[in-house]
């Protein structure tokens, strides 16, 4: 029972490699908890090595208990099949193999109804040119897989992401599930367009922040998300903007980067997802941090504008000790 009463509800996924299915649904509003584990065979508490073994009959999935009064079970269906190639019958992407199928486990009538009207929807919207062979079926008992496997992108960040993009699932779900940035196209120059939707990086030296010193904060072009203040802000010699840490760790996100062929740390905003830099390990205070962001991916508010502007819960900043931590 959730603290308002009613009750929670179960539903499981099967996608490929459960790591790759844990992490689109985390931290949904309305999700409660997510379980890596072992459904549709034969086997009681079956072993990895065992369902590997494509013996015990089962699917690697993840078991989610959510609040449907916040997150519907269609939303839940939305976002499975926005995670897999539905077309696959032998696994997915560079996991083969029975264990690998991909699968929607109804808990009731209601789920199989909606899992079954969401399926023929994407069939009739000539989105893939195969068929949708992902099975529906009904729920059999759910076992967790160890410990090791749970929340492995956590845990695991940089194999996670070796996974990710050696498997090519993430091209994939590039190509069939692009994001809608069409309206950004107005409202962004070229150059912020490039940074934030694209992964780009200006010219350094020769953009709007690098020297910039003027008191204020520094918020997301796309949403206006606080970010960073010209308090943790200072000349790394890089020619980019550099902080020595966000305005909050939970504005922003943080990723493998393995693209270049190189291994860095992506930095990007929580909610509007923007790409704004990279941190690295070489900064000048404490926590040893220096988080180089493109201008472009930035908008300055002055401090004198803040209230104004809706941030003057902020100006909390600018009278506490420069290296005081929330």
């Known amino acids: 029972m959730s603290e308002k009463g009613w009750l929670m509800e179960k539903a499981a996924f099967a996608g490929g490699c459960f790591w790759c299915m844990v992490s689109p649904f985390d931290e949904m509003e309305g999700v409660i908890s997510l379980v890596s584990g072992y459904l549709g065979g034969d086997t009681e508490f079956p072993s990895y090595k065992e369902v590997l073994s494509g013996k015990t009959g089962h699917y690697e999935a993840v078991e989610i208990t959510f609040d449907p009064k916040i ?3 269609s939303r839940l269906l939305e976002l499975f099949w926005q995670q897999i190639d539905p077309t696959d019958e032998g696994g997915q992407f560079q996991d083969r193999g029975s264990m690998y199928r991909t699968a929607i486990f109804y808990y009731n009538e209601n789920q199989r109804r909606e899992a079954e009207a969401s399926k023929e929807a994407l069939s009739q919207s000539s989105k893939f040119q195969k068929p949708i062979v992902t099975e529906i079926i009904p729920a059999t008992p759910f076992y967790p897989a160890e410990e090791y496997h749970q929340n492995f992108y956590k845990k695991n960040a940089f194999r996670y992401a070796l996974h990710q993009q050696g498997s090519g699932r993430l091209e994939f779900l590039k190509k069939h599930w692009p994001k809608d940035k069409s309206h950004l196209r107005e409202s962004l120059t070229n150059m912020q367009y490039f940074v934030t939707q694209e992964n780009g990086t200006e010219p350094p030296f020769d953009n709007r922040y690098w020297n910039y010193d ?5 918020v997301d072009i796309v949403s206006g998300e606080p970010l960073f203040s010209s308090r943790d802000k200072y000349d790394s010699g890089c020619g980019w903007p550099s902080f020595t840490k966000p305005i909050l760790s939970g504005y922003i996100t ?9 291994t860095r740390t992506e930095v990007r905003s929580k909610q509007a997802d923007s790409h704004l830099g990279h941190v690295f ?3 000048p205070t404490e926590n ?3 988080y180089c962001i493109n201008s472009a991916a930035l908008r300055f508010v002055p401090k004198t504008d803040m209230e104004k502007e809706g941030y003057g819960d902020f100006l909390l900043l ?7 931590h929330f």
Do not use: A, T
């Open 71 to 73: 997150i519907p079970y």
């Open 214 to 218: 003027e008191e204020g904060i520094y």
């Open 254 to 262: 943080e990723q493998y980067d393995l693209s270049h062929r190189m």
């Open 281 to 283: 390990q070489d900064g």
């Open 288 to 290: 040893g941090l220096r």
């Open 318 to 324: 600018f009278r506490m000790p420069k290296n005081h």
